[in-house]
């Protein structure tokens, strides 16, 4: 059985928000990154903290969870994003691009259709800084169905903090099979 997936957010997650002054939090590192759809010349500053990619690596080398981007960064996660923090070439929710002004077009995250689509009955711990209290309400249905499902909420302020990810390799841990998934997981990592 595969190991229930882990969505990752990037904005608000591993990239917080600046705040008032504009300032990003000390401990992350500055980049200028060219994502796909723009030219050499037309970078985006981006702010990391090296101290996550360690730490994200600690969780994938459980096995104990599918580690897949879900962020409006796409295919750059996988290329520009994930090697700036040392990560490996994860894959990524090949996420639609709907024309909306607001996260939220109809009271929930605007990944939460293609998600549940892309995931079908698949169990999910899915980190993100902008789900509503309807993406919560949907959690919850989803867990009543037999698909285990929870949603981490950082701060996309501060972001990605190490309690988030210990919650996610609990979570892990207590779902039935967890400990096949994890001798597998590490055997194919061997
Ligand atoms: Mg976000």
Redesign the pocket.
């Known amino acids: 059985m595969r190991p229930p997936y882990l969505l990752l957010?990037?904005?608000?997650?591993l990239i917080p928000f600046p705040d008032a002054d504009g300032a990003s939090p000390a401990s992350h590192n500055r980049h200028d990154v060219v994502p796909a759809d723009r030219s050499a010349d037309d970078p985006v500053t981006i702010w990391l903290n090296p101290a996550h990619g360690p730490l994200l690596m600690q969780v994938i080398r459980t096995g104990l969870v599918t580690p897949v981007w879900c962020?409006s960064w796409r295919h750059d996660a996988t290329t520009l994003i994930g090697p700036l923090l040392g990560l490996p070439p994860l894959p990524y929710v090949d996420l639609p691009r709907p024309q909306i002004t607001t996260s939220h077009p109809n009271g929930y995250l605007w990944k939460r259709d293609h998600v549940g689509t892309w995931l079908g009955n698949a169990p999910v711990i899915w980190i993100?800084?902008?789900f509503t209290a309807l993406d919560h309400e949907w959690a919850a249905e989803r867990t009543a169905l037999g698909q285990a499902t929870t949603l981490v909420q950082p701060d996309?302020h501060v972001g990605l903090l190490a309690e988030h990810l210990v919650e996610v390799l609990a979570w892990a841990a207590q779902l039935p099979g967890a400990q096949a998934d994890a001798a597998n997981g590490q055997a194919e990592a061997a």
Not at 9 to 13: L, N, Q, W, Y
């Open positions: 957010d990037v904005d608000g997650v962020t993100d800084d902008d996309p």
